[in-house]
């Protein structure tokens, strides 16, 4: 039995930039026309795939057209990707992931991003993409809510360990759902005393100074002997309650873009347009 350290990027691997949405808004206005006005409410721990179809909804636009969006962001992203973009690593991960190997686990990714994206973003911010079992990562391009997320994650994992690092409440009550333990680390837009709130086994300030406390609670959460019940998860399921069996294939040349073929192995560079 394997145990999976399943990492969030933004707020956890990679620190947040204020501008973090531009790109959001111009895969859809290169797709609708129309630039988003409207912004929705605390997007943070959404997946892509739910913001991208909340944004076109607040604003009016043709949510049918969300396939060509996520495909555009991808393109966007590889663009940025191209001019030498630089995101900041939080402070501690690098260390933080080296630990977790060396006590024989394996690290790997849960993040509302598509595969693409998440590849970028951890090249921008010099964080080593191979340091992760890309086989199993799970991706929330083609999740409708976070809670869809875990449940498949959960789902893919039964009969290992796993565990969720993350930065936001909504990782850890997506964790909960799914019963999957949580680690919270402050290092996103919500401090300590929020994250307190989730049902974390540890919330730490960073990686740095709290990763012996994180050590410990994985190890306890993870050891023989443990408690082993978990809440009832429920199958994964679409926002009207309708079930999604898989992953939707992306079309081989994409009439323009949140919800990509599912792509957990080794991430090629999306075509240029």
Not at 96 to 104: K, L, P, Q, Y
Not at 146 to 164: E, F, M, N, Q, W
Not at 234 to 249: V, Y
Request: hydrophobic share 35%; glycine share 10%; proline share 7%.
């Amino acid at each position: 039995m394997s145990t999976y350290i399943l990492w969030d990027i933004d707020g956890t691997l990679v620190c947040n930039t204020p501008n973090g949405g531009a790109l959001y808004l111009d895969a859809i206005e290169q797709v609708t026309g129309t630039r988003p006005t409207e912004r929705v409410s605390d997007p943070h721990g959404m997946t892509e795939g739910q913001l991208l179809a909340a944004i076109l909804e607040v604003n009016g636009l043709d949510g049918s057209r969300l396939e060509e969006v996520l495909y555009q962001l991808d393109v966007l992203s590889r663009e940025q990707h191209e001019r030498g973009h630089v995101r900041d690593a939080c402070v501690g991960v690098e260390a933080a992931i080296d630990a977790m190997t060396n006590r024989g686990w394996t690290n790997a990714l849960l993040t509302g991003n598509g595969p693409h994206r998440a590849r970028y973003k951890l090249l921008a911010a010099g964080i080593d993409p191979e340091l992760f079992d890309w086989d199993h990562s799970y991706f929330g391009h083609q999740s409708p809510t976070r809670h869809h997320l875990t449940a498949g994650a959960r789902a893919a994992l039964d009969g290992h360990d796993s565990v969720i690092i993350g930065d936001t409440p909504n990782d850890g009550l997506a964790a909960h759902s799914a019963g999957i333990p949580f680690v919270a680390v402050a290092t996103g837009i919500y401090p300590a005393d929020v994250l307190e709130t989730t049902s974390a086994l540890v919330v730490v300030d960073d990686m740095e100074s709290g990763l012996d406390d994180v050590l410990d609670a994985i190890e306890s959460a993870t050891s023989p002997g443990r408690d082993d019940e978990h809440p009832e998860v429920s199958e994964p399921q679409g926002e009207a309650g309708q079930l999604i069996d898989g992953p939707r294939e992306r079309p081989e040349v994409a009439p323009g873009d949140e919800l990509l073929h599912e792509s957990q192995g080794r991430v090629e560079h999306p075509p240029a347009p």
